[in-house]
């Protein structure tokens, strides 16, 4: 069972536009969701993240934001460029007595950035 | 600040053999976690571990294993190599495994082929 799904394999947005990159996650658990980059042949870059006592983070052109009722997340980044172009992956965390720290990922989503 | 490293970045090996693979966290990081990127099955936790003790195990065969040393260095090791192990093996290391809020920092991986 996917605990954290990113329903679109894929976007393509033209430069200059709004990306929107949607998350949907099952776990009640989960109070802590990052979004990664990554580029082919690199291991993921973090990008942004939010605690559940949060509904909306903002770093420069990154925007996330979460909606708990939903369970669900999004990543805006405005304005797009073409260096955006790579693999978008939604994680959440759930905090644990033990001190373990876990991460679940969605599939991610390949978003493309057409000049 | 070094980022994490990961060694080698390649590797082919046969069907039956074991591997092990090695990765070094960012400095003054304490908790690594492995992952297994394929590309039907996306990014799945293998394991995570904090000052030399295992915290967290994914749903993986026992052929997967791993260790830290009291320097924060790990190693994972997979025996009896499949073909289905064939994948992008990422370590990420985090400041303090006992903050759920905190995030995991990746080095670039370790791509294996099992032929």
């Known amino acids: 069972d996917q605990q954290v799904k990113q329903n679109s394999p894929s976007l393509s947005v033209q430069e200059g536009r709004i990306s929107i990159l949607n998350c949907d996650y099952t776990n009640s658990m989960f109070d802590y969701f990052l979004w990664y980059k990554k580029y082919p042949a690199e291991g993921p870059t973090f990008l942004i993240s939010i605690s559940s006592i949060k509904d909306k983070n903002e770093d420069g052109r990154f925007t996330v934001f979460l909606n708990k009722s939903a369970k669900h997340l999004s990543l805006h980044i405005v304005p797009s460029q073409p260096g955006d172009s790579a693999v978008y992956f939604c994680a959440a965390s759930a905090s644990r007595g033990a001190g373990s720290y876990q991460l679940t990922f969605g599939k991610g989503t390949k978003l493309s950035v057409i000049p | 600040k070094a980022g994490v490293t990961q060694t080698p970045r390649y590797l082919i090996k046969t069907r039956g053999q074991q591997v092990t693979l090695s990765c070094s966290p960012i400095s003054g990081h304490r908790s690594v976690s492995w992952y297994q990127q394929t590309p039907g099955q996306g990014l799945q936790f293998l394991f995570e571990?904090?000052?030399?003790?295992?915290?967290n195990k994914g749903n993986f065969p026992g052929r997967f294993s791993g260790r830290q040393f009291s320097n924060s260095r790990s190693e994972m090791n997979v025996s009896t190599l499949e073909l289905g192990d064939s994948a992008l093996y990422l370590c990420?290391?985090?400041?303090?495994?006992?903050?759920?809020?905190?995030?995991?920092?990746f080095g670039q991986g370790t791509r294996l082929t099992v032929v």
């Open positions: 990420a290391s985090s400041l303090e495994a006992r903050l759920a809020y905190t995030e995991a920092f």
């Open positions: 571990y904090f000052s030399e003790t295992q915290r």
